[in-house]
């Protein structure tokens, strides 16, 4: 890594294992700023660009919890916020001078967006040679879509996802989260870093992109190779499993339980367990593929049991057998698992509007260096302009006259007076 990637920056400072390092975002929506949501509970410093009317569009992704959307309080933590117009060629010079002096810059412009406004990767590589620029689309930089936007449903629609997701006698439904956004995020992610190890062993940047679309194919990996290798087009089974059974939910007398059987020995103590051992010996369940054909005549028997006792109790029966099984949780339950508290998965964050605020962690944990970690809320829109780009070298009264004339945005110091423009 070159010295001033190694350096500690300015900022919130976080320990981790990026720290030192130092992301430029100027990604909206979900995608992007959760990949750089990743980065910053990394221990990366991220500034994030936005506009100086509105902001990114997450913040007003609602409901909304004390006027601020609980999307962007979500996945915009650790960040520091800086409102820049790009439209003005002096807003567009302000980041590729905070590109001069970092590592990482994230954009999910629509294509040729960035170069037009001179932040393209052969524009910001002449800057900082060595850097890794990162971007997020919806289609990839490729084929005759490439220039296509695009929102998670749309790309779970397109990839497959939604047809294999729903009840056989429903329409086809989206997941109930935005695994497309996130996934691609986490490859981002991924990427970014790969390349950072690639700049420390070589000393050469580079661009790496993801897209939504990539993702969704990736995720249908196992229906992509089945139907190569059947010719059968995968149907919905709800909360089943096409290749597994049983495998799903199933009714108890007070709520629903998830059961996960992938081979015969998990199915022999299942049966032990709800007292139908007579089932391993029927020729229509001996082995996987004949309960795969016979998933309606097994599900039925094992329903009919099952509701004839709780959630709780089978949950329990089920768990001393070394059964994989689940109940379905609301999210008001969730938030009172003691597993999720046991997982340190909900930290404390400081925001001036929000007390108390709560918000979740990356999903990793670390022997050799600090957990992940979350002091800060979700930014304010244009918080750290006036810091951030007095760090980078603006003198005091050229930021002032950018603030007159509504290049930049954001509360400054109490002593400086600057009056914005409008």
Known sequence: MTDRGARR?????????????????????????????????????????????????????????????VYFLAINTNKRSIAVNLKDPRGQECVRRLVAQADVFVENFRRGKAEALGLGYDDLR?????????????????GPDAAKPGYDSILQARTGIMSVTGTPDGPPVRAGVSILDGGTAMWGALAVVSALYHRAVTGQGQRVGVSLFETGVAWM??????????????????????????????PCRDGAIVIGISNDRLFRRLCEALGLVHLVDDPRFKDNPSRVRNRAELDALLSERLQTDTVAAWIQRLTE???????????????????????????????????????????????ACPPPAVVQGAPLLGQDTWAVLRDAGYPAEELKELWRQGVLAGPVPPDEGVTAAG
């Open 9 to 69: 920056h300015g900022g919130i400072g976080l320990p981790g294992p990026l720290a030192g390092i130092r992301v430029v975002d100027v990604t909206t929506n979900i995608a992007g700023p959760t990949l750089t949501w990743i980065l910053a509970q990394l221990g990366a410093e991220v500034i994030k660009v936005e506009r100086p009317d509105e902001g990114d569009e997450g913040r007003a992704m609602g409901p909304l919890w004390n006027g601020h959307g």
């Open 126 to 142: 002449r800057v900082r040679p060595d850097l890794v620029y990162c971007s997020v689309s919806a289609f990839g930089e490729k």
């Open 221 to 250: 990996n196992y229906h992509l190779m089945a139907y190569q290798a059947t010719g059968r087009v995968p149907p919905r089974q709800g909360g089943g499993h096409n290749a597994f059974a049983p495998y799903g939910s199933f």
């Open 321 to 367: 057998a070394g059964v994989p099984c689940g109940p379905i949780q609301t999210v008001d339950q969730l938030l009172e698992d003691p597993q999720l508290e046991a997982a340190g998965m909900l930290l404390p964050a400081t925001h001036p509007h929000i007390p108390n605020l709560r918000v979740p962690r990356i999903p990793m944990n670390f022997e």
